[in-house]
């Protein structure tokens, strides 16, 4: 367990960001950054992270970051890697982009990347919509959410990104919250150990977008994880570790209407929606468990 | 060294010369053979690059800025709907400022699927900051390959050079090649915005009216800067190697009282045409486009012009005539030939400028006079 003071007290993220109140995406990035420490590069498509570093000519982050176009980010770091390898260069090449840059826009060059073993860390924070235009639905939108484009609540179900990941065998993968920073920041540095691609998906609840107040984010984050609907857990070779918050909560979750009501999205969810959410969550905790187990 | 070759072969060729750090390509038709034959270098180690063999077109040109933007030379080749699809990331190579070296085989845009030569492809193209230039033959592809890293790197420029080559007419075609040891006429490249983690900076992030415009002006202020590094760079080539380019290749031009331009491989075509026009006592001259991006200072005037377009924009005429109409304040006789690798012989280029009417658009093989 990395303590708390084991966390530089290094800053990469600079005062005066163009970041929400209460933003976790900001949160989970400064932690990340801790931990990738300065000989590193971002790689950032179109999200809220292009807006939060600022405008030209200022940026508030003290580290290169380059940002690209929507769909591109794993193929732009897929090259910067490479050209960072082929002249003998170290510096860790982290792709951060949202839940609509890599479920959405970005699989296709995103499973590339991976396919053909990019030495980068991928990471995908995750506040399930298109928080930059305004609260759009993505495959990262959970059911029955209601965004600016399902105004009545989403019909289909979360994209089951991790599993997509699993598929390509990436050395190592793993699951993070914002509200769980130094479980993040243990996992990017185990990530940026291993070569070739590594992913970590971190959820990142938004106080404007889910509707809940701002000083909530961190309390969402944990609701998120007690209640099973957020799962921290790490793949290392295909092995999967559950992490000790989610451990304890898988075995007694608490009620999922304790994460759901703070949030204004989920306002007047249907009892079907509610229960078709419910089932979902039992077979994901089951399904991991029993993964876990080896059975 | 002298050698035959394919077009396609002459510009893997050229790429092994100058030896790029990074290729990322995606294999399309009749652009494969180039990336086959850069696949082959690098497993035998006569091309020391890392060869990414992407997903997609996309991703071609994205890897190609993100290796780029590190400070090391990159190379990518594509045709037709490959261009298309990585239309977004040439914007953004040159919005980056980033001196990629892209050869386009040129080919028509589906549907129906058709793999032969047009120039639609890359004139769709011409408005994002690309340095294009137009090569004929074997030979040509391979230099103005090498010049393109040359150009495209020079500090007064950095912007991207696309190299189109017409599929099949030229890719496929085989021709003698003379290949060169370039010494010092290409320079290590150095790019001074390149990423450099102890000098950490935020590179295209939200930008302000103001400022977009200002960089948008410098887009334009190295284009017209890039006609002199041309210039020299084609001048010190015909120095060192002895082998003359310039941004048009005149064919019995100064004395003709009728000049048919083109562009390709049909540039070719048209001097067998103006040999046989000079037989029945007509004045008649060539002019083959090289460089279409920046456009040259062209002066035509005083003479009948027939231009020949391997391409269209809908609703608006030959984008070449088009181009020289405006620039030149004159009437052409525009003629639309050869789209879909349509066969164009010298005895059609002869027949346009027997036949030619000013003012006028033709679409051969289609109808008469429009």
């Not at chain 2, 652009?31 to 071609?60: C, D, M, N, W």
């Not at chain 2, 003379?178 to 010092?184: A, C, N, P, R, Y």
């Not at chain 2, 390149?194 to 202020?221: M, S, V």
């Amino acid at each position: 367990m990395t303590s708390i003071t084991d966390i530089p007290k290094e800053e990469f993220i600079l005062k005066c960001t163009s970041a929400c109140a209460g933003c976790s995406d900001s949160l989970a990035l400064r932690y990340v950054l801790k931990a990738a420490g300065p000989d590193s590069v971002l790689v950032v498509p179109a999200c809220c992270t292009s807006v939060i570093q600022g405008i030209y000519p200022n940026t508030a982050f003290n580290i290169p970051v380059y940002n690209i176009a929507f769909g591109a980010a794993a193929a732009c770091a897929s090259g910067m890697s490479n050209a960072f390898r082929a002249t003998g260069k170290k510096t860790n090449v982290i792709v951060y982009a949202g839940d609509g840059g890599t479920l959405d826009i970005g699989i296709q060059a995103m499973s590339g990347a991976f396919e053909r073993g990019t030495d980068f860390l991928y990471i995908c924070y995750d506040n399930e919509a298109y928080g930059n235009t305004g609260m759009q639905r993505s495959g990262g939108t959970p059911m029955g959410a209601k965004t600016t484009t399902t105004p009545t609540g989403k019909t289909d179900a979360k994209k089951d990104i991790d599993a997509i990941i699993a598929a390509h065998s990436p050395p190592y993968m793993a699951t993070a919250c914002a509200a769980y920073p130094q479980d993040l920041f243990r996992k990017v540095q185990k990530a940026l150990t291993f070569r070739g691609p590594s992913f970590i998906h971190i959820l990142a609840p938004c106080p404007p977008g889910w509707r809940f107040s701002t000083e909530k984010s961190v309390e969402m984050g944990k609701l998120a994880v007690k209640s099973g609907m957020w799962i921290l857990y790490e793949r290392e070779y295909g092995n999967l570790t559950i992490n000790p918050q989610s451990k304890s909560a898988m075995k007694k979750p608490i009620p999922l209407e304790e994460y759901l009501a703070p949030q204004g999205r989920f306002k007047g969810i249907e009892a079907k929606t509610l229960e078709m959410l419910k089932q979902h969550l039992a077979k994901n905790i089951k399904k991991l468990l029993a993964e876990e187990a080896g059975e | 060294m002298k050698k035959i070759a394919t077009g396609n072969k002459a510009v893997a060729e050229a790429v092994k010369q100058v030896q790029p750090t990074v290729v990322a390509a995606y294999p399309i038709t009749p652009q494969t053979e180039i990336v086959e034959q850069i696949a082959e270098f690098v497993s035998t180690g006569e091309l020391k690059s890392r060869y990414i063999p992407v997903e997609s077109e996309h991703s071609a040109m994205a890897a190609c800025i993100g290796a780029s933007i590190t400070g090391i030379r990159t190379f990518t080749a594509t045709s037709s709907h490959g261009l298309l699809y990585m239309h977004e990331m040439t914007n953004w190579a040159a919005g980056a400022r980033l001196p990629i070296v892209m050869a386009n085989v040129n080919r028509s845009i589906g549907p129906g699927w058709n793999i032969w030569a047009e120039h639609t492809d890359a004139m769709q193209e011409r408005d994002t900051g690309w340095l294009q230039v137009y090569v004929s033959t074997v030979q040509e592809a391979y230099d103005a390959t090498l010049m393109a890293f040359r150009i495209a790197e020079h500090n007064d420029v950095l912007l991207p050079v696309m190299v189109n080559l017409d599929g099949f007419s030229l890719s496929h075609i085989m021709q003698p090649l003379d290949t060169v040891e370039t010494g010092d006429f290409i320079p290590p490249m150095y790019l001074p915005h390149a990423i450099d983690p102890k000098n950490p900076k935020g590179y295209g992030g939200l930008t302000g009216p103001d400022q977009h415009f200002k960089f948008r002006w410098d887009i334009e202020r190295s284009m017209r800067d890039s006609v002199k590094v041309i210039e020299a760079t084609e001048k010190d080539f015909a120095k060192r190697f002895g082998r003359k380019y310039g941004f048009t290749d005149d064919y019995q031009c100064e004395d003709a009282d009728v000049v048919v331009v083109s562009m390709g491989t049909l540039g070719k075509e048209a001097e067998v045409a103006i040999d046989t026009l000079r037989k029945e006592g007509i004045k008649a001259g060539s002019m083959r486009l090289r460089w279409l991006r920046p456009f040259p200072k062209l002066n035509l005037k005083g003479k009948d012009v027939v231009v020949i377009d391997r391409d269209y924009s809908f609703g608006f005429g030959g984008i070449l005539a088009k181009s020289i109409q405006a620039q030149q304040k004159i009437d052409v006789y525009s003629v639309i030939a050869g789209l879909g690798g349509q066969e164009v012989t010298y005895e059609d280029i002869a027949d346009f400028i027997r036949t030619r009417r000013i003012g006028e658009e033709f679409w051969f093989g289609v109808n008469d006079h429009v």
